[in-house]
């Protein structure tokens, strides 16, 4: 097939892929973010995840964050959570603050066992969040994506 590039009308644009927002995350930067490089986005109530692009889920800690989830317990619920999801990751964000030694080694211990089942994105603040969510939706949408290595 051949374009005219000499034809006034427009081509049609394909739909940029929806990335779903969980109503909580709208005090976060990351949707500014988004909406700034025109990102097609939604706000929904998640029950699971704080992000969705197609059958993949993100739940995304700021480091603080994953520190308090992890004292609470709250996060082995959340990442069993994330099971439900074809794809699914963890995405921690920030620096790692830790001032107490004993904290810090569990929280290193935690995210090595949390590596074993599920995979682990670590940006720098909430532009590079956004940035991962961008390339993930737009490789979404070119073609089949797994974040899981195939077992050949």
Known sequence: MFNNIFDNKKTEEKEKPKIIIDIHEKN???????IEKKAN???????IADYLIGNT???????????????????????????????HFL?????????????ENAAKSLIISISRQNPIIFTENEKETSQYLLLLANKKQKSSFSLRQSRT
């Open 57 to 87: 889920a993100i739940e995304r800690k700021t480091f603080s964050d994953f520190i308090s989830s992890m004292i609470n317990k709250r996060l082995f619920a959340q990442l069993n959570n994330l099971k439900k999801y074809e794809n």
């Open 91 to 103: 995405l921690i964000e920030g620096k790692k603050q830790i001032e107490n030694k004993n904290l």
């Open 41 to 47: 986005i939604k706000f929904e109530y998640l029950e």
């Open 28 to 34: 976060s930067l990351v949707p500014a973010y988004l």
